[in-house]
């Protein structure tokens, strides 16, 4: 019967990590080998489908840029591991920790006494000229002198089976977490062939990690707090920086949650500020810090820099790394490497030109055809280009591109990379491999990871390893050479003591969208109603000295829904465009369609937190204005359609949302907006002449959804007394005034107290004021003057409201309150 | 020549439109002491009262103040009020300085030679930084100037006059945001666009160029009087001659700055030394106003008859 083996012909020409030079299995595989013989192309298929579930159920993804479209992309693991043998595995983890260590003293010297420089060891144009290196960074001496804490670096095999290091990563090193991923799903895939073969776990790896951070962050005896640093989920790696967030325990925050005070790095919690001692970023050098680094910067933190400085925070990896990226290094490094450590690296670099030296560039420009060419600083975004496949005027044009620029080139020697089988729908197929291995940081030198990201290449015949342009990756599998133990640090099962409550520690930024979420949501509601009366009116075509609508679109006006102040002289037709601008133009502010828009922002923002049914409500909704409505009908079917989606939401909060710290603020956000507007509405009535008042009341009633209870209470056409008595002072009624300050008077009141702030006693004031007003007033003929005072209180009302509004916002968003507390 | 003194007044006033919560600002507005420059007096003002201030020195050596702001505020003024005395350089003979390619091969690398600490200093200023690139285009402008074996200071002097001569100045045609490659197809700039030019082709040839920014003494309208605020902020350029050290040319001017040129600071350019760079939270736009004074001392007393400004100590 024949093998799975016999399918598997590799190129000769190149190191296959399976066969040997007589096409027999290398010893180190034999084992996984004969399992895999075992299983048969069904058990393989099998296998590989286990795979693809694993990934697609635990949502471990990331963005592929391909033809200028950028999309999540599932990851993809070929479910075949590399495997090293034990022998190989002790060379390769002593020579990336040496090389390590190399590039640690580098940065070292660069920021510090530049020796290197000095002495002629390394041109400074590939210092200063970096854009990599960081001014504001120099002089600059990070907790224990360490500024690489974590390291990776890309390996190659060449046809003969030795290494070379083609790439180093020195300034937020990514693939640590997707290796930990593939492993985790690979183990459970292979258990029998994962003990058999002994295979090194990575959790310890892990554990020395966060065993240095606790250990380098100056923390004054506190317990460290550390944080991760993402871009946030535009990232190409966010599932990662997620991932590892969770199996670390380290907060995942953006830079907004953070705030420098004093010098010392806060995270703004709606409990208060918390010291943060560490952070792990994933953040470009370039983007951490908008004061001193790229003004431009959006996710950074302001005054990060001056907290490094004052030696108050542990950045990991130290600002300014990012210099050593760049494989113009190459050549210098054997002589920076003997002067820094008096050492002989025991793994070279792939042989390679920086065209800055003018005989180098002479060199690459005469053997084009074995070189590739990479950028040689690492903010140039220039794929690498295989010399050899340069012809005609692309090549004249890349040799008049490395005359005209040549600092910003370096060549490297082609290497016919090694290859590795891979499993896929033609079987067992060899493919170009790679290795990106990691080390981090202790203090007895570098610990390297007993693993790597297997990175291979997308199609049999492509020799570019990347994971952005589509690639897939292996698990590696370092055999030990003994028994091993494993532990996790992911818990196999929970226990009591890990049950989670409604989680305290809510980021500040949380808070602070879904108060914006409930304020939205309350607006469109409120908004649509408004619009529903107009435009019910101009649809009956109602339009002689009775009607309301002028009254209607002045209070839209007022309330900013309409743009302009109506015109009396104004056409039918021109006023009709008004209100559907104002129903279906995102770029109005205070349309339905902005306010969706907003509402969306908001809530994406926070959309961990929502069931699938609440996000499809919000998606519903901003899609109802995608397209321009040309008529009143269809506006108000928009509008009724954005006026049920607004009260499922509100639904979806009361019962579908955990009750946790932040829920608290979308409740509040909701009051707050409904008293607002309220208020506001009823004082714009109460400000209209006799006449339009009188004509106005019918609609108000509409517009605050009291209409029928009013009908049912009083069966007769509308009067103020009673209009007013029912939307302000009426504290049973939910749409009334009082009953809103009431309410949120009680939120107020739970969350100062559960939150630990003072409370605000804003509302205690409007209270009084209301009920020290004699509605009696409004019996008397003329009730001008009652509805004068009236309206004045309401808009005091509403001033304070907003005032409120802003009180909050400071006290648990921002902490930028007087009051602002650390703990 | 003798020794002048000069009063300097720079407000920097920032209005939002919505309260700011909290700021952060970077202030270099401290005059730098230098063999030929002493500062006499100097203070920063800013109102409203920063929560928090600290001095500093920046990789470049330029003092810095960084303040933090945490109570809102809808405006932020910060005045630099300084009396500056300049006293003569040494006499400058441009002929004097060694062959331009000298000066470029003693920069250059070369793979294990030594570098003297003033030579690794100056290396700093030889590449590219934000506002400065380095390519063939600016290369062969400067090579059309710095023909073999020109003494260097007469190469630059030189480039100086050419780009006064081939430069518009026109504070229409750029803003902070113009790339130096722009400014150097149109032909038209400011003096910080124009310092960027003629740093640009220096380094493009291999040599070393910073950038300076300072104040420079105007003269008024014939018969008008010298006005407050009337003046703005200067920039030149500064080149590295060893054995000389660091020699200004100001090509705005098309002169070698003396007695009316006041060093603020410098860095590889603008982005290095902006007077004030800062970020706030909040919501909303802002606006800026920003006003220079430079008074020769005889004309102090004239200028400030209502005491606004402090007199020498």
Known sequence: MPTLLDTYAPP?????ELLDAHGKPRAHWRPLVARLDGLGVDGLDARAQLVADSILSDGISYNVHAEGQEARHPWELDPLPLVIAPEEWHYLSEAVAQRAGVLNATLADLYGPQHLLAEGLLPPALAFGQPGYKWPCVGIRPPGGIFLNTYAVDLARGPDGKWWVIADHTRSPAGAGYSLQNRIILAKTFPDAFRQLQVHPLSGFFRTLLDGFARLAPSEGE??????????????????????????????????????????????????????????????????????????????????????????????????????????????????????????????????????????????????????????????????????????????DMIARLRAQPHAYVAQEWIRMAQAPTWGPAGLQARTVGLRLFACATPEGYAVMPGALGRVAASPHQEILSMPRGGVSKDVWVRAAGPVRRVSLLKRRLGVIDLVCGGSDVPSRVGDNLFWMGRYTERSEATARLLRATLSRLSTGEDDDESSLPDLLAACHHMDILAAAPDPAASADEREKEVLAAVCDPTQPGSLASMSRQLSYSAGQVRERMSSDNWHALNRMARLFDRPLLSVGQALAAVDRAMLDSISLAGFALDDMTRDEGWRFLILGRRIERLHRLAALIEVVLRFGDAARERSLEWLLEATNAIVTYRARYRRVPEVLPVIHLLVFDDSNPHAVIFQINELDTELDSVARDLGHPRTDALHAMREALHRFDLTRFEADDNRLACRALAEQLERIADDTSALSETLHKRYFTHTAPDARTH | MSAVRYHLLHDTLYRYTYPVSESRQMIRLTPRLLEHQRSLSHRLQIEPAPSRSENWIDSFGNPVRTIDLE????????????????????????????????????????????????????????????????????????????????????????????????????????????PVTRVFEQRRGVCQDLSHVMISCLRSIGLAARYVSGYLLTVPPPGKPRLIGADATHAWVSVFCPGLGWVDFDPTNNTTPALEHITVGWGR??????????????????????SVTVVPESEFSLVYENGRAQPAA
Not at chain 2, 74 to 85: F, G, Y
Not at chain 2, 270 to 277: E, I, L
């Open chain 2, 71 to 178: 109570a809102s505020h809808e405006h932020l003024l910060i005045r630099a009020e300084s009396w500056i005395e300049l006293n003569p350089r040494p006499p400058l003979d441009v002929a004097q300085s060694p062959a331009w390619e000298r000066v470029r091969d003693t920069l250059a690398y070369r793979a294990g030679r030594a570098l003297a600490p003033e030579l690794l200093a100056a290396s700093a200023f030889c590449f590219e930084s934000p506002n400065v690139r380095l390519k063939r285009e600016f290369a062969a402008y400067a090579l059309e100037v710095f023909t073999p074996g020109l003494p260097f200071l007469a190469g630059v002097q030189a480039l100086m006059a050419r780009i006064h001569r081939e430069f518009t100045f026109d504070p229409k045609a750029t803003d902070v945001a113009t």
């Open chain 1, 223 to 396: 317990p460290p707090l550390v944080v991760l640093l993402t871009p946030g989920p535009g990232d190409d790696s966010y599932f990662e920086h997620a991932f590892l967030a969770r199996y670390l325990g380290y907060p995942l925050v953006e830079g907004r949650d953070l705030t420098v005070r004093d010098n010392t790095v806060y995270l703004k919690t709606l409990r208060g500020l918390r010291r943060v001692h560490g952070i792990l970023r994933r953040l470009d050098d370039d983007l951490c810090d908008p004061l001193e680094l790229r003004a431009d910067s959006a996710v950074g933190v302001p005054g990060l820099l001056a907290a490094v400085r004052a030696g108050r925070v542990l950045v990991s990896n130290a600002l300014g790394s990012g210099v050593l990226e760049t494989g113009a290094l190459f050549g210098f490094l054997p002589g920076i490497a003997e002067r820094l450590t008096g050492e002989a690296l025991s793994m070279p670099s792939v042989a390679s030109w920086w065209c800055g030296e003018a005989a180098a560039l002479d060199h690459v420009i005469a053997h084009l055809d074995d070189l590739v060419i990479k950028p040689a600083f690492s903010d140039m975004s220039l794929p690498a280009v295989f010399g050899h496949t340069l012809e005609g005027a692309e090549r004249e």
């Open chain 1, 12 to 16: 000769a020409d190149r190191y296959d």
């Open chain 2, 269 to 290: 350019d603008f982005a290095d030394v902006s007077p004030v760079r800062g970020v706030i939270l909040g919501a909303g736009s802002h606006t800026l106003k920003i």
